[in-house]
């Protein structure tokens, strides 16, 4: 293990990263909900940034993920209209580039962006206007950054299988895969299973939220009827790991399989602690042990205002923890591109970018 000592804060802000798993409707800056809101007239809890930001991460600090989630009501309730989306859309990217963000993928569920008349289709169009325009401004202001929109259906609801073939339809349009979402406990993934199918016919990619608000049944059935392609947090597979007094280290069948399978998984340090899905800090959560006995890890923000987070934070996190330094951060920066919704070529192009700016950092 490298010492803390060989990093600072600013030089893992100077890294290259790579983010997987980002809510679009979970990142919003206080300051833009507040003028969406004057906008539409909808009532917030707070009227000053500061303020605001404070709620939104007091409410989200409970241990409880059904609880977590009631934040969004305010941040998807200022996300009805076209142009609102498209701002949201454009800030989320080039937040992401001044963290030095290289590659991120963006989910959000467009069902939820419906309620004032916008069709299905015009969301993601709004969507992607924004991520455009947020690209093109940061590659002139030299930090170039590929965004990417994983459309997300609500475990919740019955729309998995029309916003299954909306990723379809635009998957050469900027989509590049399908996430489900929402309350794990009495949704279980296999209530989608069509939807996955239809993916998989389609030769489409799709992550799976499990393993976070539920245990090993729900990974279970992400990983085998329904065949995930990453586990979106998947933390929990670590109730299917024993590790004796002596230190001896034992994986059950099913940690084996998604380990052995190099299954990657959708790791959010910040909001696992947050919502109770891991132990009360990140010096106890399980990304130190899964990450020393090989499993794809990678590093993710989930909620960026809920968890008053970012890449950086998420990383630097780490490095306090449990005195990483550059070789793991990189290699979770590899893990995550390795396990990207992007074509290999361009995969590869962006892990070659990601190493030779790590070697001139050290």
Not at 56 to 69: H, N
Not at 74 to 87: K, Y
Not at 305 to 323: K, N, P
Request: charged content about 25%; overall charge negative; glycine content about 8%.
């Amino acid at each position: 293990m490298e010492p803390t000592a060989t990093l600072t804060r600013e030089q893992v802000q100077a890294a290259p990263k790579v983010v997987l798993h980002d809510h679009l409707d979970g990142g919003l800056r206080p300051q833009t909900i507040l003028e969406l809101a004057v906008e539409v007239g909808h009532p917030l809890p707070a009227s000053e940034p500061e303020a605001l930001e404070e709620w939104f991460v007091s409410s989200a600090t409970s241990g409880s993920l059904e609880r977590y989630l009631e934040t969004f009501r305010h941040t998807v309730a200022v996300m009805q209209r076209a142009e609102a989306i498209t701002r949201v859309a454009r800030e989320c990217v080039l937040d992401h580039a001044a963290d030095g963000v290289v590659y991120a993928e963006i989910r959000y569920a467009p069902e939820l962006h419906v309620e004032q008349g916008l069709a299905l289709d015009e969301v993601v169009a709004a969507v992607q206007r924004g991520f455009e325009e947020g690209m093109a401004e940061a590659a002139a202001d030299g930090r170039p950054i590929v965004v990417r929109q994983l459309l997300t259906g609500m475990r919740q609801a019955a729309r998995a299988t029309e916003i299954a073939e909306l990723a379809i339809a635009w998957r050469d349009r900027g989509v590049a895969g399908f996430d489900i979402a929402g309350p794990e406990k009495g949704f279980p993934p296999t209530r989608f299973l069509d939807s996955f199918e239809r993916l998989a016919a389609e030769n489409m990619r799709f992550t799976i939220h499990a393993g976070e608000g539920f245990g090993l049944p729900s990974i279970w059935e992400a990983v085998h009827p329904c065949g995930a392609d990453r586990l979106g947090h998947g933390v929990r597979i670590v109730e299917d790991i024993t590790v004796s007094d002596t230190g001896e280290v034992t994986l059950g069948r099913l940690a084996a399989y998604v380990r052995d399978r190099r299954i990657p998984l959708e790791v959010c340090p910040r909001s696992n602690v947050q919502t109770g899905a891991a132990a009360s800090s990140i010096a106890e959560h399980p990304i130190g042990l899964l990450s020393e006995l090989g499993f794809r890890v990678t590093v993710n923000t989930d909620n960026r205002l809920m968890s008053r987070t970012s890449m950086t934070e998420e990383l630097w996190g780490l490095v306090e923890a449990f005195g990483y330094g550059w070789t793991q951060l990189e290699r979770f920066t590899v893990n995550a591109m390795k396990s990207a919704f992007l074509p290999y070529d361009e995969r590869v192009d962006l892990i070659h970018t990601i190493k030779e700016q790590y070697a001139a950092l050290r």
